[in-house]
């Protein structure tokens, strides 16, 4: 028997929800495809160099989170009061590692604040003002409010609240960005990222910075980044469960996610997810009618945005 490489892959995600062709501008539609290219990219150029999945997970989430038309980073939604609180996850699948934060307000990018969670605090979850602190012990990036605010953000809340019996955007489209990656040594990881939820209030705290809901990765399985509507993704334990599918049922990843995403709906509640198994197997699963998502491996890569792509 050989011992081939392993292939590599990453996955990438930019949120799911009620985006259709009627309601997406031709010029966001573009910069939305060239924004996820552009993640696929930053972590293929790691992943084909025989980086490791940690890497490109991060570098291709940084990338989406710096790109203002994903719900992360910069182009958060607002909270009720008007601020912006971070979430984020990070995971590798050899040690199942982890690190994530909630409601950081002032790190450029969290997904690295969720690495340095992981890798320089004895935690795996810091949430607020204490995550705000330990990214300014770790030396990491600080910006102002100013850094996360878009226009556009800013209206979607002014409609929220107009609407007073809307209290979340629910029937509008999830920005929240993740990657899944394999690398060639055959291990994978994740991360997601997110500014929540539109009008969050209460110190609400969604699925993506919650390891085995919105994040997980384990090598004995597969790694998977979610988005929709946390609430149900939390009662769902949606990412861990593809994975103990996966593991105790032996299902291949299109039908743990598959199987999953329909319980989430059973439940009442929309999304998708990523995934990718240590052999490179990839998957996309969501219940939304589209889901800004790519993929890419030595073959090359490819995105798509409706559900019919
Ligand atoms: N899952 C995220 C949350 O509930 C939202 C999203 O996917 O855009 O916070």
Known sequence: ??????????????????????????????????????????????????????????????????????????????????????????????????????????????VSLARAVMEHSPHVLLSREGADQFSREQGLEQVGPEWFATPARRHQLDLMKADESHYFDEELKYGTVGAVACDVHGHVAAATSTGGLTGKRWGRIGDSPL???????????????????????????????????????GEDAATAADK???????????????????RGQAAYAFNTPGMYRGMAGPEGKSVAIYGDE
């Open 1 to 110: 028997m050989t011992d081939a490489p392993s292939p590599w892959k990453i996955v990438v995600h930019g949120g799911a929800g009620v985006i259709e062709r009627a309601n997406l501008g031709a010029a966001d539609e573009r910069e939305i495809r060239a924004g996820l290219a552009a993640a696929l990219d930053a972590g293929s150029a790691i992943l084909a160099r025989s980086g490791s999945a940690l890497d490109a997970v991060e570098a291709a989430a940084r990338s989406l989170e710096d790109d203002p038309h994903f719900n992360a980073g910069r182009g958060s939604v607002f909270t009720y009061q008007g601020t912006i609180e971070t979430d984020a996850a990070i995971m590798e699948g050899a040690k199942r590692n982890a690190g994530a934060v909630t409601g950081a307000t002032a790190t450029k990018n969290p």
């Open 260 to 278: 999953v995403v329909a319980d989430v709906g059973s439940l009442g509640g929309s999304g998708g997810v990523i995934v990718v198994t240590p």
């Open 211 to 249: 390891i085995g809901c919105g994040t997980y990765a384990d090598d004995r399985a597969a790694a998977i980044s979610a988005t929709g509507a946390g609430e149900y993704f939390i009662r769902a334990a949606v990412a861990h469960e593809i994975c103990a599918r996966m593991r105790m049922l």
